[in-house]
């Protein structure tokens, strides 16, 4: 049997013309994230949303010249600014006005009951690793049925994807014929991130109008089962992405991750801000990296104290207490894993387990 590689992939694909500038596809660099399984073949083509829709020949004639290869079973390739990513970019000058936001929720969320948005208003601060315990404690639990609690995982930072470092994901994900692509499990939880199929360094280069288009992919293109939480760790900022979230995903509530200093408030305050308009419900604020513990148990408290407070009080929202600066938990994310999977016992894992709790009551309340 003959095995297909990227570069008789690229081999294939030499000649056809980006619709617009006549030059060869491949020489424009809009090809990203060749996935080969089995067979089974995928990619990205990264185009502005104005020119997708003169791309859809491109994207047929892709997948016809990669299906004729010897080798290869199906071919999946995907524009990340396909038409199902709306064109928020646009002025909307000539539309009549925003359709009301339920007609255009994707139809994912027939299968998803409740979305947590792990958000913060800027990097650094801790969110992803806070997202992906949150999570994994969360597929620990039991509910009324004493059936575990079924979680998805989803890495909304396409610039800067951090699942699979802390999953330790090295595989790309599984594609099939009805061009689904299939999440990765990890410690019971259904879990994606552009970075299983963009390397780093490509994510980086993305632009606001792919990002938003290659977000909503994630969410219509994967093949995600039926869940009682779909966990997302945002990117930081209030930008284009997240208001593509707030207007597209039906977000059940947030968590606002912050720092104690009183200096970094007002990043989360606009974090805050624009859940507020958009009458997302706040969970609460969790700080971060609130103490370390000092040689004799006692707390220090090297980035101040007080910020989480603060932030809780002047925007009323629950504050959900700290979590310490913690050695256990950069060893469980330099091991890959969760840390309530890797030091069950520690204070950080504590931290969690009470964490998934709150929420789980939360969305109770929350959901219909
Ligand atoms: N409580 C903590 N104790 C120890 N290290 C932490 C803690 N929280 C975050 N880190 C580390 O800080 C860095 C940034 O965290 P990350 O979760 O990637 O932040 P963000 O997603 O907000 O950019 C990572 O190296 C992470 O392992
Ligand atoms: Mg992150």
Redesign the pocket.
């Known amino acids: 049997m003959s095995t297909i590689d990227e570069k008789k992939i690229i081999e294939a694909l030499s000649g056809l013309k980006h619709p617009q500038t006549g030059q060869d596809i491949i020489s424009e660099e809009i090809l990203q994230g060749i996935t080969i399984r089995d067979g089974n073949v995928g990619f990205l083509l990264a185009v502005h949303p104005d020119i997708a829709e003169a791309f859809e020949d491109v994207r047929l004639a892709c997948e016809e010249r990669i299906r004729a290869l010897p080798g290869v079973l199906s071919a999946t390739v995907v524009l990340t600014a396909h038409q199902s990513a709306p064109s928020l970019s646009s002025s909307g000058s000539s539309s009549k006005g925003k359709p009301p936001p339920d007609e255009t929720i994707p139809e994912v969320f027939n299968r998803i009951k409740s979305v947590i948005a792990v958000a913060?208003g800027k990097?650094?601060?801790?969110?992803?690793?806070v997202a992906v315990n949150l999570a994994a404690a969360l597929a620990q639990m039991q509910g009324e049925d004493g059936q575990s609690v079924k979680i998805g995982l989803l890495d909304a930072d396409i610039y800067g994807p951090?699942l699979p470092k802390l999953l330790n994901v090295t595989e790309n994900p599984e594609l099939d014929e009805t061009k689904k692509i299939y999440p990765i499990e990890r410690f019971s939880m259904q879990t994606m991130s552009i970075g299983y199929m963009v390397k780093e360094a490509q994510a980086m280069v993305w632009r606001g109008p792919m990002v938003q288009g290659a977000l909503l992919q994630m969410l219509n293109d994967v093949a995600w089962p039926e869940l009682d939480i779909l966990v997302l760790d945002l990117p930081?900022g209030t930008g284009d992405i997240q208001l593509t979230i707030a207007q597209k995903i039906p977000v059940t509530g947030a968590l606002v991750v912050t720092t104690p200093q009183k200096l970094a408030v007002a990043d989360v305050r606009r974090s805050i801000n624009m859940f507020d308009k958009t009458k997302t419900p706040i969970i609460g604020i969790l700080e971060?990296?609130a103490w370390m513990a000092g040689p004799n148990g006692e707390r220090l408290h090297p980035f101040g104290t007080g910020g989480g407070d603060m932030i809780a009080a002047e925007t009323l929202k629950p504050f959900l207490g700290g979590?310490?600066?913690?050695p256990t938990?950069?060893e469980a994310?330099d091991a890959g894993q969760p840390v309530v999977i890797y030091a069950p016992d520690s204070f950080a894992a504590e931290v969690f387990v009470k964490l998934a709790k709150t929420v789980n009551a939360a969305f109770k309340d929350l959901t219909p």
Request: aromatic share 0%; no cysteine; charged share 10%.
């Open positions: 913060s990097g650094g601060v801790g969110k992803s690793t951090s930081p971060n990296m979590l310490p600066l913690d938990l950069q994310t």
